[in-house]
């Protein structure tokens, strides 16, 4: 079984900064993607950034030039630093890393449990 661990969300005012901490843990052979999704209120989920195990990065329009993603493959962690963030920035924040549990088994996706990041004006 695969854990993701999220840490660093809260309460920040507009312009202000954030990091975003996911760390997996558990049975694993391999992480290929990880990255960052969030869904706001009434909304659906949508991708913020993701990264493959070549740190190759892409990221949603909405935050380019503000938030940086990053991971450390010998920790299994990845890192979302989010600056001059906006009050449409305001959602709760998942996780997700596509793992192979072991060489022969097929990539399966794994999800945190959410952490909530809320932008005041």
């Known amino acids: 079984q695969v854990q993701l661990v999220e840490s660093g969300g809260g309460l920040v005012q507009a312009g202000g900064s954030l990091r975003l901490s996911c760390a997996a843990s558990?049975?694993?052979?391999?992480?290929?993607?990880m990255g960052w999704y969030r869904q706001a209120p009434g909304k659906q989920r949508e991708l913020v950034a993701t990264?493959?195990?070549?740190?190759?990065?892409n990221y949603a329009d909405s935050v380019k030039g503000r938030f940086t993603l990053s991971r450390d493959n010998a920790k299994k962690t990845v890192y979302l630093q989010m600056n001059s963030l906006k009050p449409e920035d305001t959602a709760v924040y998942y996780c997700r890393a596509d793992v192979m549990v072991t060489r022969c088994s097929a990539e399966s996706t794994y999800w945190g449990q959410g952490t909530q990041v809320t932008v005041s004006s």
């Open positions: 990264i493959t195990s070549g740190f190759t990065t």
């Open positions: 558990g049975t694993i052979f391999v992480i290929n993607a």
